[in-house]
């Protein structure tokens, strides 16, 4: 496998690593997006850094499953624990805390919002500003990233 811009990677490298650099990819971003099953990883890796981001007046959009629906139970169904929902919905209760306690940090809560999906996502995605996409994770342990861009733009 060949990377454009660092060389030669290893397929394991590639496939084996967490979201990579995701507070660097996050820094300097007027305006960022998060969808995902529960977030909690992504969330405790990134709040401080999201912070510094809204109170300096970017805008964060964050969306992640909704624990009063069928959502919990679909995400156990697709893990490796079909009959455990309430994992997932302690893995949301750490997000929702993580979320609300940021809400209270001065000049936050107008640059933050956050939606409840009907449904789980089929993998994680970060929008960062107009035009720039990285898919972060997918379900399950292999956590590969794609970066989605315009033609002639570099991430």
Known sequence: ????????????????????ELVQQIRGARDIGIVGVALARTLRNSIDELERRAVS??????????????????????????????VYQNRLRTSIDLLRELLEKPGVRDRLEVRFL??????????RDPRRALVPALPGRVRPCLGVRPPGRRL
């Open 1 to 20: 496998m060949r990377a454009r811009a660092a060389g030669d990677i290893s397929a394991e490298d590639f496939f084996s690593g967490d979201k990579p």
């Open 57 to 86: 007046g970017s805008v964060i959009r964050i969306a992640l499953f909704d624990p009063s629906g069928t959502a919990p139970a679909e995400a156990a169904r697709r893990s490796t624990i079909p009959h455990r929902p309430e």
């Open 118 to 127: 009907p449904f789980v996502p089929a993998f994680g995605l970060l929008l």
